[in-house]
């Protein structure tokens, strides 16, 4: 007989104390440590454990008492069931306050090494309408609400066009309204759901691998400038060329529409053929006197006002005077490269994404830049002594990254390279504070600075200076 598992406890009155790793927020029951979404510190709740661990538990708030002073009305619909924005009910204030915390937290506890004062963080001018990309996914069965489970009703249409519930592979949300892009993109995802309905357009099914519409991309530039990337799991002329030319007699300041069939398993592009139907294949952003072109599988930060902070911030810290070497690690499309070219003798860019070098070098191309060389490659296996030694020991070396922080060859061959300055940039204080360490016998931090490039996210961007002992 198969033993029934027994519910977890309500537990009522519940301070929420602080903000914790994911976006998730933190309470406390006994000894017991409880992480709680969707809550703010101050709140006091009732919270459903929903998973229970010997030192921790997982719950979700069921009823709040009171509410924090640092609450304020999310202005999404989807706010919740989405994901996306955990911190939407969080004034922008304090969420740059415990975006602020969260580096010190990481670098003072993981790094335990000797910091300067961290500078305050920068926030975003913009806190909605700040993307410059986003991607949509087609589903056939739509994500339900725990209100329309409820209701027992047969729902006719069960197809979604929006964002993966999170930790789900085949769960989409129908999207009425999001935030995050211009409201160009939500007039161009409506106007696509509605003909897709209207012509019999079969929305993807996830689970079978089958259907017509698979995913949508839509790219934006501050140059005002427009790209659509329509992404179909198998070809069939007719339908297509009717949804296409639909959306340019709708909306014809579209400056690039592509498309691409992908019959793949997975929505990947990286390896897909990208086809033009109408317009440029790429559109422009611009930063001072600098143009990036970016194609459909470029690689740009995604909030193009904060990236341009965000790199000024790290010409600041690498206080070039142009006569300097400068080694550009994790490069993608060269855009810190180039953004500092104009104050470097050369710079040097590695890359493991041979497609993003190339763009780099166009972007080198376009803006008559003179001084960079790029390489492609794994920068464990390209940095290396024997590179070093052929392209100069660098004067300043300038690193962004992954989540996952620096391999620790990449480490030994930057403390083989031996530059004066390093400046790291992460937006992952907790990997970045582990690197910091293992380079601290070495070089010395001088100079913190937080910078948010999400808001209503817990994500947090960092620039670290170090310089030689």
Known sequence: MRRTKKPLPILENVTILDVAAEGKAIAKNNDMV???????????????LTRKKNSYAEGRAVHIHSYSTERVEPICEHFGVCGGCKWQHLNYQAQLKYKQQQVTDNLTRIGKIELPDISPILGSKDITHYRNKLEFTFSNKRWMTDEEIKSNTQFEDMN?????????????????????????????????RSFAIE?????????????????????????????LIMVFFKEDKEKRENLLNHLLSLFPNITSLVYIVNEKVNDTITDQ???????????????????????????????????????????????LSGNELVYDLYTGTGTIANFVSHQAKKVVGIEYVPEAIEDAKVNSELNSVKNTLFYAGDMKDILNNDFINEHGH????????????????????????????????????????????????????????????????????????????
């Open 160 to 192: 979604a066009l929006g964002f993966h519930i999170p930790t789900y592979f085949d769960k989409v949300l129908d999207i009425k309204k999001c935030w995050l892009q211009d409201d160009i993109a939500n007039q161009i995802r409506l106007a696509v």
């Open 273 to 319: 053929d990208v086809v033009l139907y109408h317009g440029r294949d790429h559109i422009f952003e611009q930063m001072e006197d600098l143009k990036f072109k970016i194609g459909a599988k470029s690689f740009y930060q995604t909030n193009s006002k904060q990236a341009y902070e965000l790199y000024k911030v790290v010409r600041d810290f690498a206080q």
């Open 34 to 48: 409880i992480f709680v979404p969707y809550v703010a510190p101050g709140d006091i709740a009732d919270i459903q």
């Open 394 to 469: 660098p004067d300043v070396i300038i690193t962004d990254p992954p989540r996952a922080g620096m391999h620790t060859n990449v480490v030994d061959a930057i403390i083989f390279a031996a530059p004066q300055r390093i400046v790291y940039v992460s937006c992952n204080p907790a990997t970045q504070a582990r690197d910091l360490s293992l380079l601290d016998e070495q070089y010395k931090v001088t100079r913190v600075q937080p910078v948010d490039m999400f808001p209503h996210t817990h994500h947090v961007e960092n620039v670290v200076l170090l310089e030689k002992r």
């Open 199 to 227: 012509h019999q357009l079969a929305f993807f099914d996830l689970r079978n691998q089958a259907g017509f519409l698979r995913n949508m991309i839509i790219r934006t530039s501050t140059t005002g400038e427009l790209m």
